[in-house]
């Protein structure tokens, strides 16, 4: 999770990363990083973004944890959700170490 960043999400916008079974790391589906953003909670104490990815429709993925693989990021398991048949958002928010 250390690499999962929003900075190394912008340098991914455009292409695309691989979302796989939470439990046996069988590949679903590749989604395009559409858009990397502030999250609404950012404070002194936390921090967050929202990730936007595309996906084809007949590779629909419901809401679950998946096991998402990029070189640039490695492996982390995350909750996505969709919000259109070929559309998906990841929240991140993180307390911040002092």
């Known amino acids: 999770m250390e690499k999962f960043t929003k900075e190394t999400l912008e340098g ?3 292409k695309s990363i691989t979302a796989c ?3 046996s790391g069988g590949e679903l589906a590749e989604l ?3 858009k990397v953003s ?3 909670l950012n404070s002194a104490e936390f921090s967050s ?3 936007e990815l595309s996906g084809l429709p ?3 993925l419901p809401e679950s944890t ?3 693989k990029h070189d640039a ?3 982390v398991l995350l909750y996505m959700s969709p919000y259109d048949i070929d559309k998906y958002q990841i929240i991140v928010s993180r307390k911040k170490t002092s």
């Open 12 to 14: 991914l916008i455009g």
């Open 21 to 23: 079974k939470a439990d």
């Open 32 to 34: 395009v990083v559409e």
């Open 38 to 40: 502030d999250g609404k």
């Open 49 to 51: 973004m929202s990730v």
């Open 58 to 60: 007949e590779a629909h």
């Open 66 to 68: 998946y096991l998402f």
């Open 73 to 75: 990021f490695g492996e």
